[in-house]
């Protein structure tokens, strides 16, 4: 099983960052929450830091982890962990993805997300306290 972060990246004004998947890759132009693979003897909280540095430049806090998504693509399975954060330093520049966006619940209802996402945003959806 693969171990992939997902950053739900909450702004002051509860919006999240949702970020496009290059054409030609793997989700090619599908929308997801940034971060990816945790290495080898990492845990999840530094492996999101680490990632949204690499591909955004930007600091976050991880706040709070939802319930892992466990979904196979036909590459074997990947265990998708999604954690609340908010940006402590730095402002978001996509490196590795194709456009990004800062989205209300509803807007990010209406986006392409890649299928493993679906049920974070569910849950994200389904919470009281969006924090
Ligand atoms: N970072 C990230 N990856 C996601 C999300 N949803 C989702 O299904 N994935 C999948 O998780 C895997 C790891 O993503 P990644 O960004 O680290 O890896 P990658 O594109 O280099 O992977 P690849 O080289 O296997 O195509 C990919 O298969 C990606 O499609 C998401 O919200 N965020």
Same mark, same amino acid.
């Given at each position: 099983m693969i171990d992939v972060v997902a950053g =739900?990246? =909450?702004?002051?004004? /509860?919006r999240l960052l949702a970020c496009r998947r290059p054409e030609g890759?793997? =989700? /090619?132009g599908k929308w997801e929450f940034p971060g990816g693979k945790v290495e080898p003897r990492e845990t999840p909280e530094p492996a999101l830091v680490r990632e949204l540095r690499e591909e955004l430049e930007i600091t976050v806090e991880p706040l709070r982890q939802l319930t892992p998504v466990v979904h196979d693509y036909g590459r074997g399975p990947i265990r998708l962990i999604p954690i609340v954060c908010r940006i402590t330093d730095g402002e978001p520049h996509p490196h590795e993805h194709s456009e990004i966006r800062w989205c209300t619940a509803d807007e990010l209802d209406e986006l392409d997300l890649a299928a493993a996402d679906l049920p974070i945003l569910a849950e994200w959806l389904s919470l009281p306290e969006k924090r």
């Open positions: =739900l990246i =909450l702004a002051s004004d /509860g890759k793997h =989700l /090619g």
